[in-house]
Each structure stands twice: as structure tokens, then as C-alpha cells.
């Protein structure tokens, strides 16, 4: 048998496994495990060992709620992996992904997020387990907001001190991610603890999803009444995580009875989320770059045509929105003060449940993907686009091209569960394509900052269109924008 892999980081000795070529280690600890005393703190350093550490075995899921969530064993929540081509080697770029799951869920350890395809395309690939839901994105008294992000700037910096003993380059680390994840690396390009961390970012269904320190409070206050306990991490310290978790998947489902007060925050099934809190997260990104209070980096901004009909499937809901869920769709989010009428007079023939479709993709996804890339174009950045309009082949095609659907294809995992429930056991040649093409985007972009199609300027807007036939074209589309023009992708706040 031949010799594991081992690898020194700063903090120890670790070993891993060989998979074919690939060396391969999971469940190293970038962090503390952040319970006891440290729960709902920022992360810890971990602390070195003598001897080897065995890597071989994924970190146990942190805590989540929602319909998605994964059963949580072990409280070694901070944990992430790494899949290398070459451990010898030095200087291969490295991308490190950050997983989505609406801040409540998801884990690095999803099959969709196998590494294999990317690590055989010359990626040091490195996936993150960060803290979510209540543990994460809770605003609770005596410690800071938006844990999750702390647990990814940890990450980061995990990264810049080991990923040469991996054989990867730290002044080439991509960061990427999708839907949360997307959000969560918006977020990062406006914090200063995260400069340098990064040079290039990938960004997939970026969410509009952020909300006032006000909102946070009652949702906090809201959250720990069902408890029995103070909105503060000493009286929540003493909850179990899981119940506090099952508690936040109940709360999420009382969310559209509270639309009166809550506003937006009511229609999205997710009660907690980023928060402006001032000191962790000052702005939104999209302010933030516009107004030149951060730079610009090379960006990879994409999301699929389709978002919203996967939460439509979710929920069960697929063929059922009426006229008054429409109407309330069109008040809440298309853009003030007169963009429920602009959207009816642009899709005059559009029924009350595509009309329902179109606003919500847009404005929790496609609006801020684009806004995103604009503003970081404003910020000496370069921007690149596309939007995936190939249709989920399974089920009939009633997914359409859904939100998520681009994860498998980025990744190259179609026979992973995720890939097999939106593609089928066999997928089509076409989507095949897809695959590759969006892949190679992935893997062009991360060595040299180019995914081999045109940059979004403000001359020549255009997007990779991703399909049975992939094209470059003007984008968005005329009626998007004069819809969302004077769109201001602003925190979500109490009515």
C-alpha cells in the first residue's frame, strides 16, 4: 500500500487519503468549535497538536433549520477540506468554496460539491463548513453579528497560512459560491478584515437578502420567546442547538402571518439573514462599490432564468399562485413607485403565477446578480455574466432552468443525488455541453481571470447565455430594464 498523504500545516500534521492522483483531506479544524463558552462568539483560533491528525472524514454539519436541514452530530462545526492535483507542486491556483443553503443550511459535504471534476482540471479546491441559522445569523446580545461571515474570514485566513504545504498559491485563491454563499462573498468584498484574503470571486444567484439591525432585533426577540429565554448569548448559550434550530424552521414557517410588520423579510420562509449591523457589516455591498468605498476585483457573476420555480416545487405551490399572491408579490418587491404596473404593462400576457415567478426571481436573485456586477465594475472591477437558460431535463422540465440548477453542471456532478433528480440517471449530450462549458468558465477564471467570453461593460452589456445553443448577447433584456433601472437592492426593514 502506498504511503497517505500528508501535508504540515501551521497549526499540526495532518494526513489524508489518496483518491486516484488526488490527495484529499477532510474535517480540518480552521477554528475552534465554537460551543461553551464560545458559542454564538467570534471564531477561535484552533489550537496546534503534536503528532498526525487524521483528515479523512468530513466535519460534523453545523446546526440548520428549513425543510433542507441535515441532521447535526459532533460540535466541531468549523471544519473545511481539501482536494489537491499535485501536493509536491507549488503555486496552482486555488478556488475555495463557500456553500448556499439560504444562511439556515447546507453543508460542504454535499455530493453536488464534489471536487474531483475541478481538482482533474488543475484546482486546489477547498470547501468551507461555516456556522448558519441561529447559530450563524441570529442577532443576539453580547456577541457579534453575522458569525457566518467571521467563520469564513477564519477560513480565508487558514488558507493564506497552509495552502502552499497543498501546493496551492495564496495570491490565487478564488472564492466562489452560490445563493448564500454568492451573498456571503458579496458581503466579504466590503469588509476590510477580508482584503487580500481573495483575488478573484465567483458568485452564482447572488440574494438581495440582507436586513436592518432593527428587523434582526425583533426576529432575535421573536426567535428566543419560543424558547423561553432573553435574546442574548448567555440565557441562548443554554439552549441545545438543535431545538434552537428546530425552532427557527417553525418560526420560518410562521413568517407570512407577520407581513404587516415584517414586510419582505415575511415572503422569503427564511427568518434570519445577514444583518447591517454597523460594526461587522457597515453597508450593502452594492452601495458599498458603487460609491467607491471598496475597489473592484475580477468577478464571475451568474444566475439561472428561472430562480424562483424551485422554491414554487418546494412548497408544493407549482400551479396554484393566484391573483391576490401576485398582487402582494408586485407591491412588496418590484421597485417603488410604480413597478407593479411597469411589470404588468412589460408581460401584459403573463398570468398571475408568472407574473408572481418573474418578481421574486428577480428581485431576491437576478437583479442583485447584475447589480452586484455593474457596481463592481463602477469599482474598477471586471465584471463577467451569464445566465443559464438550459432546462432541468428531469420530472418533464417542469424545474425549468431553477435556482441551483448551475451548481452539478459548475461541478461537473450530474450523477450526484442533486445532478440526478434535475438531469436524470442520463443526461443529454446538451447538457453535457453545458457542463463542460461552464466548468472550463470556472476553471479559466480562477487561472487567469478570464471565463473565455466578453466582460459585462458599460458600452457593451452582454452575458454568456448558457443553452442547448450558447450565445453572447445584450443583457438584460429590454423590459428588465426598464423595469429595474432605478432598482436600489435596499435591506429589508420593519414596515
Same mark, same amino acid.
Given at each position: 500500500?502506498?504511503?497517505?498523504?500528508?501535508?504540515?500545516?501551521?497549526?499540526?500534521?495532518?494526513?489524508?487519503?489518496?483518491?486516484?492522483?488526488?490527495?484529499?483531506?477532510?474535517?480540518?479544524?480552521?477554528?475552534?468549535?465554537?460551543?461553551?463558552?464560545?458559542?454564538?462568539?467570534?471564531?477561535?483560533?484552533?489550537?496546534?497538536?503534536?503528532?498526525?491528525?487524521?483528515?479523512?472524514?468530513?466535519?460534523?454539519?453545523?446546526?440548520?433549520?428549513?425543510?433542507?436541514?441535515?441532521?447535526?452530530?459532533?460540535?466541531?462545526?468549523?471544519?473545511?477540506?481539501?482536494?489537491?492535483?499535485?501536493?509536491?507542486?507549488?503555486?496552482?491556483?486555488?478556488?475555495?468554496?463557500?456553500?448556499?443553503?439560504?444562511?439556515?443550511?447546507?453543508?460542504?459535504?454535499?455530493?453536488?460539491?464534489?471536487?474531483?471534476?475541478?481538482?482533474?482540471?488543475? @484546482?486546489?479546491?477547498?470547501?468551507?463548513?461555516?456556522? =448558519? #441559522? *441561529?447559530?450563524?445569523? %441570529?442577532? $443576539? !446580545?453580547? &456577541? +457579534?453579528?453575522?458569525?457566518?461571515?467571521?467563520?469564513?474570514?477564519?477560513?480565508?485566513?487558514?488558507?493564506?497560512?497552509?495552502?502552499?504545504?497543498?501546493?496551492?498559491?495564496?495570491?490565487?485563491?478564488?472564492?466562489?459560491?452560490?445563493?448564500?454563499?454568492?451573498?456571503?462573498?458579496?458581503?466579504?468584498?466590503?469588509?476590510?478584515?477580508?482584503?487580500?484574503?481573495?483575488?478573484?470571486?465567483?458568485?452564482?444567484?447572488?440574494?438581495?437578502? @440582507?436586513?436592518?439591525?432593527?428587523?434582526?432585533?425583533? =426576529? #432575535? *426577540?421573536?426567535?428566543? %420567546?419560543? $424558547? !423561553?429565554? &432573553? +435574546?442574548?448569548?448567555?440565557?441562548?448559550?443554554?439552549?441545545?442547538?438543535?431545538?434552537?434550530?428546530?425552532?427557527?424552521?417553525?418560526?420560518?414557517?410562521?413568517?407570512?402571518?407577520?407581513?404587516?410588520?415584517?414586510?419582505?423579510?415575511?415572503?422569503?420562509?427564511?427568518?434570519?439573514?445577514?444583518?447591517?449591523?454597523?460594526?461587522?457589516?457597515?453597508?450593502?455591498?452594492?452601495?458599498?462599490?458603487?460609491?467607491?468605498?471598496?475597489?473592484?476585483?475580477?468577478?464571475?457573476?451568474?444566475?439561472?432564468?428561472?430562480?424562483?420555480?424551485?422554491?414554487?416545487?418546494?412548497?408544493?405551490?407549482?400551479?396554484?399562485?393566484?391573483?391576490?399572491?401576485?398582487?402582494?408579490?408586485?407591491?412588496?418587491?418590484?421597485?417603488?413607485?410604480?413597478?407593479?404596473?411597469?411589470?404588468?404593462?412589460?408581460?401584459?400576457?403573463?398570468?398571475?403565477?408568472?407574473?408572481?415567478?418573474?418578481?421574486?426571481?428577480?428581485?431576491?436573485?437576478?437583479?442583485?446578480?447584475?447589480?452586484?456586477?455593474?457596481?463592481?465594475?463602477?469599482?474598477?472591477?471586471?465584471?463577467?455574466?451569464?445566465?443559464?437558460?438550459?432546462?432541468?431535463?428531469?420530472?418533464?422540465?417542469?424545474?425549468?432552468?431553477?435556482?441551483?440548477?448551475?451548481?452539478?453542471?459548475?461541478?461537473?456532478?450530474?450523477?450526484?443525488?442533486?445532478?440526478?433528480?434535475?438531469?436524470?440517471?442520463?443526461?443529454?449530450?446538451?447538457?453535457?455541453?453545458?457542463?463542460?462549458?461552464?466548468?472550463?468558465?470556472?476553471?479559466?477564471?480562477?487561472?487567469?481571470?478570464?471565463?473565455?467570453?466578453?466582460?459585462?461593460?458599460?458600452?457593451?452589456?452582454?452575458?454568456?447565455?448558457?443553452?442547448?445553443?450558447?450565445?453572447?448577447?445584450?443583457?438584460?433584456?429590454?423590459?428588465?430594464?426598464?423595469?429595474?433601472?432605478?432598482?436600489?437592492?435596499?435591506?429589508?426593514?420593519?414596515?
Amino acid at each position: 500500500m502506498p504511503e497517505q498523504p500528508r501535508a504540515r500545516t501551521a497549526e499540526g500534521l495532518v494526513e489524508g487519503f489518496w483518491r486516484g492522483e488526488h490527495a484529499v483531506f477532510r474535517g480540518i479544524s480552521y477554528a475552534q468549535p465554537p460551543v461553551g463558552p464560545l458559542r454564538f462568539q467570534a471564531p477561535a483560533p484552533v489550537k496546534g497538536w503534536e503528532g498526525t491528525r487524521q483528515a479523512t472524514e468530513f466535519g460534523p454539519v453545523v446546526p440548520q433549520a428549513g425543510p433542507t436541514a441535515e441532521k447535526s452530530v459532533g460540535n466541531d462545526w468549523l471544519t473545511l477540506n481539501v482536494s489537491t492535483p499535485a501536493l509536491g507542486t507549488a503555486g496552482l491556483p486555488v478556488l475555495v468554496w463557500i456553500h448556499g443553503g439560504a444562511y439556515i443550511a447546507g453543508a460542504a459535504s454535499d455530493p453536488m460539491y464534489d471536487p474531483a471534476a475541478l481538482t482533474s482540471a488543475g @484546482l486546489v479546491v477547498v470547501s468551507i463548513n461555516y456556522r =448558519v #441559522a *441561529a447559530e450563524g445569523f %441570529a442577532l $443576539v !446580545g453580547g &456577541a +457579534p453579528a453575522n458569525r457566518g461571515f467571521l467563520d469564513q474570514i477564519a477560513a480565508l485566513e487558514w488558507v493564506q497560512r497552509n495552502i502552499a504545504a497543498f501546493g496551492g498559491d495564496p495570491d490565487r485563491v478564488t472564492v466562489a459560491g452560490q445563493s448564500a454563499g454568492a451573498g456571503s462573498i458579496a458581503a466579504l468584498l466590503t469588509m476590510e478584515r477580508a482584503h487580500g484574503l481573495f483575488r478573484r470571486a465567483i458568485v452564482h444567484s447572488v440574494p438581495g437578502t @440582507l436586513c436592518t439591525r432593527a428587523l434582526a432585533e425583533e =426576529v #432575535a *426577540a421573536a426567535l428566543a %420567546a419560543r $424558547v !423561553g429565554a &432573553a +435574546p442574548d448569548a448567555e440565557a441562548l448559550s443554554g439552549i441545545d442547538p438543535l431545538r434552537l434550530a428546530g425552532e427557527l424552521t417553525a418560526l420560518g414557517a410562521d413568517l407570512p402571518g407577520r407581513h404587516k410588520s415584517w414586510g419582505r423579510l415575511s415572503q422569503t420562509g427564511v427568518a434570519v439573514c445577514p444583518v447591517l449591523d454597523g460594526v461587522v457589516l457597515t453597508e450593502t455591498p452594492w452601495r458599498a462599490l458603487a460609491g467607491g468605498r471598496t475597489d473592484g476585483i475580477e468577478l464571475l457573476v451568474g444566475h439561472t432564468r428561472d430562480e424562483f420555480r424551485l422554491f414554487s416545487v418546494m412548497m408544493g405551490r407549482l400551479g396554484t399562485f393566484n391573483e391576490d399572491e401576485a398582487q402582494t408579490a408586485l407591491e412588496l418587491f418590484a421597485p417603488a413607485p410604480d413597478g407593479a404596473d411597469a411589470y404588468r404593462a412589460a408581460y401584459p400576457q403573463a398570468t398571475p403565477e408568472e407574473l408572481l415567478e418573474l418578481v421574486y426571481s428577480d428581485a431576491l436573485f437576478r437583479m442583485p446578480s447584475l447589480q452586484l456586477a455593474q457596481a463592481n465594475r463602477a469599482a474598477g472591477g471586471t465584471s463577467f455574466l451569464f445566465e443559464l437558460q438550459l432546462a432541468a431535463t428531469a420530472s418533464g422540465g417542469v424545474l425549468g432552468a431553477c435556482h441551483s440548477l448551475d451548481v452539478p453542471l459548475a461541478f461537473g456532478t450530474l450523477d450526484s443525488p442533486a445532478g440526478r433528480h434535475l438531469f436524470g440517471d442520463r443526461p443529454t449530450p446538451e447538457v453535457s455541453a453545458v457542463s463542460r462549458e461552464l466548468q472550463r468558465g470556472w476553471v479559466r477564471f480562477a487561472t487567469a481571470g478570464d471565463p473565455g467570453w466578453p466582460a459585462h461593460g458599460p458600452e457593451r452589456q452582454l452575458t454568456r447565455v448558457l443553452d442547448i445553443e450558447s450565445k453572447t448577447l445584450p443583457y438584460p433584456e429590454e423590459a428588465s430594464r426598464r423595469i429595474w433601472e432605478r432598482y436600489d437592492p435596499a435591506p429589508f426593514d420593519l414596515m
